[in-house]
């Protein structure tokens, strides 16, 4: 993650503004004599085993050839992932509050492959339309795809108790957030078993260039946000104090700006300049003279590649990130603690997924003319456990 001058001076500013706000004179205690200790340092180690959710899963339909209305979309599993989560802090004497860094990075990937030769029944749901398919119409009879996404998540934040009796403590806290989101899809659809006349053996190795090429599609979104970061904690004991249930639920508003492309590369047969249609009889037109060598319209054709990008940088974003905890702690000792639970974060507006919309084909050049932008989420929701120390 890049650091720049204002996400390095923004902790600084806070600890100013605190340390501003909180008296210089030692605190006294309810005997009367002065508290000379300034507080407790905070550190806390977890795992959260998090699965990722809302990023676009989907790649391809499948199509059933029995019903219209049967057809399917095929995308990513979700699965979990183990990533730390860390925080370090302070906790001040004299009930002056609580400062906390927290900070979460998850990276996940995920992989999709589908299998069905001969029967082309994948219809290319991120390549461009235009040209996709053996047949021009779309659909593949195998497809494999990737995704891989990072989240780094910093947090500084100031909190205070809000309210307190013998059972429940709350909390309010607020400060300063920065999110990081990259996301990534990348899809290659083939044609393993083309039913061209000219690919029955032996012609297959005698016109390799007519084999079919993979086609393939590539989304790129890129996310760099800041902002304030607010909400409530609580703890409610359960046992002496020994055995506490924990929540917390927390909104941060977040300025930011979005990198994001995209890119279909897709191929066509073409005889003399002209762009053929299926089923491509012209591959069917050879004979092998006496000398073993094809002649006949099939060694004039060519396959063409057809390419269409589109990009845009620093598209500007407000995004949100909505938190919601439910847990317990046990405090095994004086000075450590034993926590676990269950999280959920959503992060709101994080990603773009960008499309040509309208194109002009010229040739086998096509020129957007027109794009779309589709917001994109995330979600990362599990359970969560760790270990605690304070001194």
Same mark, same amino acid.
């Given at each position: 993650?890049? =650091?720049?001058?204002?996400?390095?001076?923004?902790?600084?500013?806070?600890?100013?503004?605190?340390?501003?706000?909180?008296?210089?004179?030692?605190?006294?205690?309810?005997?009367?004599?002065?508290?000379?200790?300034?507080?407790?340092? *905070?550190?806390?180690?977890?795992?959260?085993?998090?699965?990722?959710?809302?990023?676009?899963?989907?790649?391809?339909? =499948?199509?059933?050839?029995?019903?219209?209305?049967?057809?399917?979309?095929?995308?990513?599993?979700?699965?979990?992932?183990?990533?730390?989560?860390?925080?370090?802090?302070?906790?001040?004497?004299?009930?002056?509050?609580?400062?906390?860094?927290?900070?979460?990075?998850?990276?996940?990937?995920?992989?999709?492959?589908?299998?069905?030769?001969?029967?082309? *029944?994948?219809?290319?749901?991120?390549?461009?339309?235009?040209?996709?398919?053996?047949? @021009?119409?779309?659909?593949?009879?195998?497809?494999?795809?990737?995704?891989?996404?990072?989240?780094?998540?910093?947090?500084?934040?100031?909190?205070?108790?809000?309210?307190?009796?013998?059972?429940?403590?709350?909390?309010?806290?607020?400060?300063?957030?920065?999110?990081?989101?990259?996301?990534?899809?990348?899809?290659?659809?083939?044609?393993?078993?083309?039913?061209?006349?000219?690919?029955?053996?032996?012609?297959?190795?005698?016109?390799?260039?007519?084999?079919?090429?993979?086609?393939?599609?590539?989304?790129?979104?890129?996310?760099?946000?800041?902002?304030?970061?607010?909400?409530?904690?609580?703890?409610?004991?359960?046992?002496?104090?020994?055995?506490?249930?924990?929540?917390?639920?927390?909104?941060?508003?977040?300025?930011?700006?979005?990198?994001?492309?995209?890119?279909?590369?897709?191929?066509?047969?073409?005889?003399?300049?002209?762009?053929? @249609?299926?089923?491509?009889?012209?591959?069917?037109?050879?004979?092998?003279?006496?000398?073993?060598?094809?002649?006949?319209?099939?060694?004039?054709?060519?396959?063409?590649?057809?390419? =269409?990008?589109?990009?845009?940088?620093? *598209?500007?974003?407000?995004?949100?990130?909505?938190?919601?905890?439910?847990?317990?702690?046990?405090?095994?000792?004086?000075?450590?603690?034993?926590?676990?639970?269950?999280?959920?974060?959503?992060?709101?507006?994080?990603?773009?997924?960008?499309?040509?919309?309208?194109?002009?084909?010229?040739?086998?050049?096509?020129?957007?003319?027109?794009?779309?932008?589709?917001?994109?989420?995330?979600?990362?929701?599990?359970?969560?456990?760790?270990?605690?120390?304070?001194?």
């Amino acid at each position: 993650m890049k =650091i720049s001058f204002r996400t390095a001076s923004a902790p600084a500013l806070l600890l100013a503004a605190l340390s501003l706000a909180l008296p210089v004179s030692a605190q006294q205690d309810e005997s009367g004599a002065e508290d000379e200790k300034w507080g407790q340092l *905070i550190v806390e180690y977890g795992t959260w085993v998090a699965e990722s959710g809302g990023l676009g899963e989907n790649v391809a339909t =499948i199509v059933d050839p029995t019903n219209v209305f049967g057809d399917t979309l095929a995308g990513f599993e979700r699965g979990t992932r183990t990533e730390d989560y860390s925080r370090l802090g302070a906790e001040l004497a004299g009930n002056r509050g609580r400062l906390m860094l927290t900070w979460y990075a998850h990276d996940d990937d995920a992989r999709l492959g589908l299998r069905d030769p001969g029967n082309f *029944i994948f219809g290319q749901l991120l390549s461009h339309q235009t040209f996709a398919g053996l047949s @021009n119409d779309g659909l593949a009879d195998a497809v494999d795809a990737t995704r891989m996404t990072q989240l780094r998540d910093l947090r500084v934040e100031y909190s205070r108790v809000a309210f307190s009796n013998s059972r429940v403590v709350g909390r309010w806290f607020g400060g300063y957030r920065r999110v990081t989101f990259r996301n990534r899809t990348d899809a290659s659809y083939y044609a393993l078993v083309p039913t061209f006349p000219a690919f029955v053996p032996p012609l297959v190795t005698a016109l390799p260039e007519l084999t079919p090429l993979p086609e393939a599609a590539e989304l790129i979104s890129n996310y760099e946000g800041a902002g304030v970061s607010g909400g409530m904690e609580f703890e409610a004991s359960v046992w002496r104090d020994k055995f506490v249930i924990e929540g917390s639920f927390g909104l941060a508003l977040l300025q930011g700006t979005v990198d994001t492309g995209y890119r279909s590369t897709n191929h066509y047969y073409e005889l003399a300049g002209a762009v053929l @249609n299926p089923p491509y009889s012209e591959l069917a037109d050879y004979t092998v003279n006496s000398l073993g060598f094809l002649i006949g319209t099939a060694t004039s054709v060519t396959q063409e590649t057809s390419e =269409i990008g589109l990009r845009a940088a620093s *598209i500007a974003r407000n995004s949100q990130v909505f938190e919601v905890s439910l847990g317990a702690r046990i405090r095994a000792l004086r000075y450590m603690d034993v926590f676990f639970g269950y999280r959920t974060h959503h992060y709101a507006g994080v990603g773009v997924d960008l499309r040509p919309r309208n194109t002009v084909t010229v040739g086998n050049t096509s020129n957007t003319t027109d794009g779309s932008e589709v917001d994109r989420s995330a979600t990362f929701r599990g359970f969560y456990g760790g270990i605690g120390f304070h001194f």
